[in-house]
């Protein structure tokens, strides 16, 4: 592991993204970094359309990213940019980490994957997964939550554990209206094909169940007949004991 990536790797709650061809897309992933490209044969049209103003050029499917300085890059939630080892970015993007290998810069005023849309309100995220995430947080008063996350659908929110609506934010991105007061937040990702699988899955099983039990009159049957051979058996030992002991001969003294 090259000393930008162990970088990277010792903050984590942020995205990053790589300036031109310095890193593939998605093979952040293989180190534990995420990535605010996007490698995908079915790229969603529009993740690719709100990225469209950084993406500089693309190489088959893989996007280029560029214009470091663009207001796009903190909305996404991206922290650090990853460059040439001698790379020079404008201001106010500052150089955190380099090396022979590759140059770390720090994007000011970065988003975190969840916000408040308000200035006053506080949220923390306890919880960062890649399919569930949980924040708790107060608002006064009532307030929009904001986020980076792409919303295809398949992300469900529940607000004290409870079903909530979600909306959409430039096309893109999950939001939500949130009460005032204090709430829990639980965002699971539940894609339809997800759901849609577990239910034919569990329709599999039960199926595959029911193969190995034998039909009602089978089964009493098969008990019913275990129950009299049993019993005949019992009489059958009880009939030789009851013999065996008529014809015994007391022993001679």
């Known amino acids: 592991v090259t000393g930008p990536v162990r970088f990277l790797q010792a903050e984590p709650?942020?995205?990053?993204?790589?300036?031109?061809?310095?890193?593939?897309?998605?093979?952040?992933?293989?180190?534990?970094?995420?990535?605010?490209r996007i490698y995908n044969p079915v790229a969603p049209q529009a993740y690719v359309t709100a990225t469209a103003p950084i993406t500089v050029a693309w190489h088959g499917e893989q996007p280029e990213l560029g214009k470091p300085g663009h207001p796009l890059y903190p909305r996404l939630g991206v922290r650090y940019l990853l460059a040439a080892p001698?790379?020079?970015?404008?201001?106010?993007?500052?150089?955190?980490?380099a090396d022979p290998d590759a140059s770390?810069?720090?994007?000011?005023?970065?988003?975190?994957?969840?916000?408040?849309?308000?200035?006053?309100?506080?949220?923390?995220?306890?919880?960062?997964?890649?399919?569930?995430?949980?924040?708790?947080?107060?608002a006064e008063p009532a307030?929009?939550?904001?986020?980076?996350?792409?919303?295809?659908?398949?992300?469900?929110?529940?607000?004290?554990?409870?079903?909530?609506?979600?909306?959409?934010?430039?096309?893109?991105?999950l939001a939500a209206p949130l009460p005032?007061?204090?709430?829990?937040?639980?965002?699971?990702?539940?894609?339809?094909?997800?759901?849609?699988?577990?239910?034919?899955?569990?329709?599999?099983?039960a199926a595959g169940a029911a193969a190995f039990v034998p039909p009602p009159g089978k089964l009493l049957s098969a008990?019913?007949?275990?129950?009299?051979?049993?019993?005949?058996t019992v009489f059958l030992r009880s009939r030789r004991l009851s013999i065996s002991t008529k014809t015994e001969k007391p022993m001679a003294k």
């Open 13 to 36: 709650g942020y995205r990053m993204a790589a300036l031109g061809r310095a890193l593939p897309p998605n093979l952040a992933s293989l180190y534990g970094l995420t990535d605010a």
């Open 86 to 97: 001698d790379a020079a970015l404008p201001p106010p993007l500052q150089r955190v980490y």
């Open 104 to 138: 770390v810069w720090g994007v000011p005023g970065a988003q975190p994957r969840l916000y408040l849309s308000g200035p006053v309100g506080l949220l923390q995220i306890p919880r960062l997964e890649d399919s569930w995430i949980t924040a708790r947080g107060r």
């Open 143 to 173: 307030q929009r939550l904001g986020s980076s996350l792409y919303q295809d659908g398949g992300w469900r929110l529940l607000l004290d554990r409870r079903s909530h609506p979600t909306a959409m934010s430039e096309g893109a991105f």
């Open 180 to 205: 005032a007061g204090r709430w829990r937040l639980d965002l699971l990702y539940r894609p339809r094909g997800f759901l849609w699988g577990c239910v034919l899955a569990a329709f599999g099983l």
């Open 223 to 232: 008990t019913y007949g275990s129950r009299r051979s049993t019993g005949l």
